[in-house]
């Protein structure tokens, strides 16, 4: 079963600190995976996507990481602002077979305080 | 270039009521997806066209639930008759093309509350 789980749920940081967002997922055959930031009231904007043979990928203060054999990825948020403060959605494309299939994970509810 | 536009933003009715939400997605775009995201949790698909044909509604309750894309451009949901669980918010996105993991593109979404 096509599956992505994301951790911590929620997650509280002072304003200018880092912090990293983990997700894990279980998809196949997969196409790319990317990270979403979702602010609240508002529909999900994609900050980074990674394909199979990507490493890792920096938006700005974002970077992602991709580690396809042990299926994990991660987004780290550097010197955080209070603008960050969303959810944070990790999604997973499974492909080809004729049309893309998106699995969402949860997300991570993350607030940044001053 | 304009992004996915939805309506209404918000709509509140009562159980067993019906409801119909529109989407317009971004100009060319062949993908167009139909979400629900209850409070916090992930979007969850309820059905995916291409074009004008449905590719994906195995999550879509059919008993009271239904989409069309006609022309292959504006797209409807509708709920008849509503229940309480159906109370979330309904994210209409699209995408270029299928099969390349394409970015998808999300309206603003309409927040249904069923009381």
């Known amino acids: 079963k096509n599956q992505v789980e994301q951790s911590p749920q929620s997650l509280i940081i002072l304003e200018g600190k880092n912090c990293t967002l983990q997700?894990?997922?279980?998809?196949?055959?997969?196409?790319?995976l990317r990270w979403y930031k979702q602010d609240t009231g508002r529909g999900p904007v994609s900050l980074t996507i990674m394909t199979f043979s990507e490493n890792t990928k920096s938006n700005g203060r974002y970077t992602a990481t991709l580690d396809a054999d042990t299926k994990q990825s991660s987004l780290h948020i550097t010197a955080s602002q209070l603008s960050d403060s969303a959810s944070y959605i990790c999604v997973v494309s499974a492909g080809p077979g004729g049309y893309n299939k998106l699995i969402f994970g949860a997300g991570t509810r993350l607030a940044v305080h001053p | 270039e304009a992004g996915v536009a939805q309506s209404p933003r918000y709509k509140i009715i009562e159980k067993r009521q019906s409801v119909a939400f529109w989407c317009n997605p971004i100009s060319g775009h062949a993908t167009l997806y139909w979400y629900q995201q209850i409070l916090g949790q992930g979007p969850k698909l309820l059905i995916q066209?291409?074009?004008?044909?449905?590719?994906?509604d195995s999550q879509l309750p059919k008993d009271r639930f239904s989409a069309e894309r006609l022309k292959g451009v504006d797209s409807t949901l509708k709920i008849q008759p509503a229940k309480l669980e159906d109370s979330a918010v309904y994210l209409c996105a699209s995408s270029r093309t299928a099969g390349q993991g394409p970015e998808a593109f999300f309206g603003q979404g309409t927040r249904l509350t069923v009381v």
């Open positions: 066209f291409q074009n004008n044909g449905v590719v994906d």
């Open positions: 997700c894990n997922y279980t998809v196949s055959p997969f196409s790319n």
